[in-house]
């Protein structure tokens, strides 16, 4: 099986449902965890106020300065707690995981920084350790770092996900370079420095804070660059949008990335503005003076809570972490319905990977007669690339069926103008000679109806992966630069990617080249279809010899839900893409819903591709009509045996309703930040190819809306 390399694979694992069976209960456990380590803050500062002999609060003594240390810490805990343990309990999308991680880090922080505070305070006032001090500064210190790199992380996640969208450069692998290699390895270089400043306070002109100056402004300098480069990426995408259209779809998009630029700006550069005042108090930005903090404790000015909390490093730290960690809340999409849709499409998948398991673990070769099982894995293993099959495309009209017409030329017509006359030669299935009879296993199988335009079969294969929803631009843009379509799929990595085509996989010699229904005609010609010449052997349904239950072994029209079965069962990531004709007759076609039924049975994941949004809604009340029941096939016994395959005829109505209903593009409001940016992006893409509309004249140069 070919490989789409590193890139599309982490698109596609983006873009998935995140799923693993343990993440429930594991988000509980976290959420319980954050909130029972943070209870007892309290309780202990207030056992420390009372059992305190004349304490002065805000009178300078260490043991005044740790209390109140203890204590603001411990409100920005307290603050930040809600928000770790809500998110952490319901996240479910991977960018809402990843925002629970960084909302628990920053509730790390503050929490083992209170107690380390706790700790100095008690030890003066002769009370027990809570905690070793060193060992929860260095908790504290190190989850302090962490929340900066998960911050960059996060951002890094946000920006390459743009660009795999975008499929253009927008700087990501310069950013996954910095946030990645170079700023974690200044800040483990940082951070032992930092820790030995804060417990040893050595001199003005030790050898450490001439150390550690530099490497605190190398820091500083690598978060200007990386908040540049992300705002930059952003910027870009924002004026393509800017230039379209400013209603609907679009002006959503734009609105997005300006609320998404302004939490870039504000947040980060809150935090490097923190991060050097902190850097300042504590003496580590040599040259630059080392007792400032020093100065104004020793001076004679009286000290008060105020000016204490000013010098103090941490409490511009504390405050730091409660700002991002809502700022980080408000703009993932937490409180705007992402955590609700994640569980619902969750538990959605949950259910699909229990029956995909099932049907895997209990997958066993049917007990047919000899050669059923051959013929099945035979004809799995027949695969076309989507470089073979773009290649096939740019030459219909030039090489071969020179009167293709995309507007008009389906897919039976290409069947018996091209494939066909094409593997006569070979008396085999085309893909065997695209791919040169290489043994290709496909990585998706492609359901489709025969009477739909071929243009529109290959704009919904394309659709599938580059990622997208619809097809009817791609569609448009096929027709128009077919150059572009190839330098978007170069660009994610997709023209290896493998699929399963009944068109080009199933030998149409051993089946139906010589056989012609009714008066079968070219929709460009008018012309009736010619029989193959070729003297191959036909094998239909009743060809001996047969299965126990009546169909031909050697016939390949009969198996395609025992080959999706065996091809599911021996690849977890094999899914089925449906590509949905413009009159949406693909339901009503009996084999496109054996096809249907089978994938659906055995848990296999079901990605339909529809000509729009607006087309699907527009057919709403004609497809909520539709009734297995009533499916057509070119011989009733097909009919007949697809429907006892199917044991509830009315449970399977229904879950073929939800499936093509899930299918409508969803609205903004309830996506997390992640999924919003890829729609921006995919909206920006579609703004640097103008496109013209097939429904409008030639020299009418619109956009189409996506």
């Not at 998948?349 to 029956?355: A, F, S, T, Y």
């Not at 495309?393 to 389906?410: E, I, N, Q, V």
């Not at 030998?507 to 460009?524: F, K, S, W």
């Not at 009340?621 to 539709?626: C, G, N, Q």
Request: charged share 20%; net charge neutral.
């Amino acid at each position: 099986m070919s490989s789409n390399g590193p890139a599309r694979l982490w698109m596609l694992a983006k873009t998935k449902t995140h799923f693993c069976p343990g993440i429930r209960v594991r988000g509980r456990l976290w959420s319980l965890l954050v909130v029972g380590l943070t209870a007892p803050l309290w309780p202990l500062n207030f056992a420390l106020l009372f059992t305190s002999q004349d304490l002065g609060l805000c009178d300078g003594s260490s043991q005044g300065i740790f209390l109140l240390q203890a204590i603001f810490n411990s409100v920005a805990a307290s603050l930040v707690v809600p928000a770790a343990a809500y998110v952490s309990a319901r996240a479910r999308s991977p960018h809402m995981l990843e925002v629970a991680v960084y909302l628990r880090v920053l509730w790390l922080s503050d929490t083992s920084l209170s107690y380390r505070s706790i700790a100095d305070a008690s030890a003066l006032n002769g009370a027990p350790t809570v905690l070793p001090a060193l060992v929860a500064a260095f908790i504290g210190i190190s989850a302090s770092i962490a929340s900066i790199v998960l911050l960059y992380s996060l951002q890094l996640h946000l920006v390459q996900g743009l660009q795999h969208k975008f499929l253009d450069n927008l700087g990501a692998e310069l950013l996954r370079r910095i946030s990645v290699r170079v700023f974690p390895a200044v800040c483990s270089l940082y951070v032992p420095l930092l820790m030995y400043v804060m417990t040893a306070r050595p001199s003005d002109d030790h050898v450490i804070r001439k150390v550690i100056g530099p490497i605190s402004w190398l820091a500083l300098g690598l978060e200007v660059t990386q908040i540049s480069v992300s705002r930059r990426a952003f910027r870009r995408v924002r004026v393509l949008l800017d230039q379209a259209k400013t209603e609907g779809t679009n002006a959503e998009a734009l609105n997005m990335l300006r609320r998404q630029d302004r939490r870039l700006l504000g947040s980060f550069t809150t935090m490097i503005a923190v991060h050097a005042v902190f850097s300042f108090l504590q003496g580590t930005l040599w040259p630059l003076p080392t007792t400032f903090r020093t100065l104004v404790l020793t001076s004679d000015a009286p000290s008060s809570c105020p000016l204490l909390l000013a010098v103090d490093g941490s409490s511009y730290m504390a405050v730091l972490r409660v700002v991002l960690g809502a700022i980080a809340l408000y703009f993932s999409g937490a409180l705007s319905g992402a955590l609700e849709r994640g569980e619902a499409v969750f538990l959605r998948e949950e259910e699909r990977q229990l029956k995909r398991t099932t049907s895997s673990e209990a997958y066993a070769p049917p007990c047919q007669v000899s050669g059923w099982q051959e013929k099945v894995e035979e004809m799995g293993m027949r695969g076309i690339s989507l470089s073979a099959l773009l290649h096939f495309y740019r030459g219909l009209g030039s090489r071969h069926m020179l009167h293709f017409d995309p507007a008009k030329s389906t897919t039976n017509d290409v069947v018996r103008q091209a494939i066909i006359p094409l593997s006569s030669s070979t008396m085999q299935c085309l893909a065997s000679t695209m791919m040169d009879g290489v043994l290709t296993r496909p990585s998706r199988m492609v359901t489709h109806n025969w009477g739909n335009l071929f243009r529109d079969l290959f704009a919904a294969v394309v659709a599938d992966a580059l990622g997208e929803s619809s097809y009817e631009s791609l569609g448009c843009l096929i027709d128009q630069d077919l150059d572009q379509i190839e330098h978007w799929l170069h660009r994610a990595n997709a023209l290896s990617t493998t699929y399963w085509i009944c068109a080009f996989c199933v030998n149409q010699h051993a089946g139906i080249c010589g056989y012609l229904g009714g008066h079968e005609r070219d929709n460009v010609t008018q012309q009736s279809f010619l029989a193959c010449s070729c003297n191959a052997q036909k094998f239909l349904n009743d060809a001996e010899p047969l299965s126990s239950h009546g169909s031909s072994v050697r016939c390949e029209m009969n198996k395609f839900d025992s080959m999706m079965h065996w091809l599911a069962a021996t690849d977890t990531s094999f899914y089925q893409v449906v590509a949905v004709d413009a009159g949406f007759e693909l339901f009503g076609r009996a084999w496109c819903v054996a096809e249907l039924a089978e994938a659906h049975s055995i848990g296999m994941c079901q990605q339909l591709k529809v000509v729009s949004a607006a087309a699907l809604e527009e057919n709403a009340h004609k497809l909520r009509d539709l009734k297995v029941q009533e499916m057509r096939a070119s011989r009733q016994e097909d009919v007949d045996e697809i429907l006892a395959k199917i044991p509830d005829h009315e449970t399977f109505n229904q879950q073929l309703h939800d499936m093509i209903f899930y299918s409508v593009i969803s609205g903004w409001t309830d996506l997390d930040e992640q999924q919003k940016l890829d729609k921006a992006a995919h909206i920006a893409r579609w703004q640097l190819v103008p496109i013209r509309s097939p429904l409008k004249p030639a020299g009418e140069n619109n956009i189409i809306s996506i």
